[in-house]
């Protein structure tokens, strides 16, 4: 079992910037890939950024490339989640989670390839 903590949301201004973390425990997830979702009122839960269990690769949504960073730092079991340039929009519940089994970054744009989440944390930009 894996448990996954999310912290560092707030409000924010829009054009500031925000620090994710992710802390997992249960056991190590160096292994495995590690994503960032977010969900805002009424929507359905969207990517945001996933990174390979060694940090090596990362893949972002559009909406958040150039202005958003993932990161993980395995000797702490954390995954991080630099966001800049905040806008409106980026207002959400941001959730983190751990893939199910090792594949391609590309498959972990969805929620379904994840085996574990965090309870998540509130984001919100104000203009």
Do not use: H
């Amino acid at each position: 079992q894996v448990q996954l903590v999310e912290s560092g949301g707030g409000l924010v201004q829009a054009g500031g910037s925000l620090r994710l973390s992710c802390a997992a425990s249960g056991r190590t997830v160096s292994s495995y890939a590690m994503g960032w979702f977010r969900q805002a009122p009424g929507k359905e839960r969207e990517f945001v950024a996933v990174i390979s269990w060694s940090g090596g690769s990362t893949y972002y949504a559009n909406s958040v490339k150039g202005r958003f960073t993932i990161s993980r730092d395995n000797a702490k079991n954390t995954v991080y989640l630099q966001m800049n340039s905040l806008k409106p929009e980026d207002t959400a519940v941001y959730y983190c989670a751990c893939a199910a089994k090792p594949g391609y970054l590309s498959a972990y744009v969805t929620p379904e390839n994840y085996a574990y989440w965090g309870q998540g944390t509130q984001v919100t930009v104000s203009s």
